[in-house]
C-alpha cells in the first residue's frame, strides 16, 4: 500500500518560537501562511508542519499523489481506494473520503495507541 508523501504535522503553542527552533535543526519554511498560523518546514527530504491552534495532538501526515517536494505524482493510488482496503482490514475510520467524490479527499485513523493518522490527497 502506498500512501504518499510522509510529514508530522505538529500541534504548537507558539508557532514563532516552533519555526525558530526547527530552523535551528537544518529545516526551512517550504510552505503555508504563518499569518494563518500554519508552516510547512523542510529538512531534505524530512517534512513537518507546524500547526498553531488548529487541532489538540500532534498527527502523522500522508499524502497521496505527492512527492516530497509537494509535486503531483504521475501514478498513485487514490486516497478512497486506500480508504476502501483498509475498511476492508478492518480499520475503523474516524472520518471518510466520499467515496463518490473524486480529486482531493481525506480521511482520518487511528493507530493501536491513539496516535492520529490523517491522509490528505490534494490533487
Do not use: C
Not at 8 to 35: H, M, P, R, T, W
Amino acid at each position: 500500500m502506498e500512501l504518499g508523501n510522509f510529514s508530522v504535522s505538529l500541534a504548537v503553542k507558539d508557532i514563532e518560537a516552533s519555526k525558530q527552533f526547527y530552523q535551528k535543526l537544518g529545516f526551512k519554511v517550504f510552505g503555508g501562511e504563518q499569518s494563518q498560523n500554519w508552516l510547512i518546514l523542510k529538512n531534505g527530504n524530512h517534512v513537518i508542519g507546524l500547526f498553531q491552534g488548529m487541532f489538540e495532538k500532534n498527527i502523522l501526515t500522508f499524502n497521496p499523489g505527492w512527492d516530497s517536494n509537494a509535486q503531483q505524482l504521475k501514478e498513485f493510488t487514490d486516497v478512497r481506494e486506500l480508504q476502501r482496503q483498509l475498511k476492508a482490514q478492518g480499520v475503523g475510520m474516524i472520518t471518510e473520503a466520499d467515496e463518490r467524490s473524486t480529486g482531493p479527499a481525506s480521511f482520518m485513523i487511528a493507530d493501536p495507541d491513539g496516535n492520529t493518522i490523517l491522509v490528505d490527497q490534494h490533487v
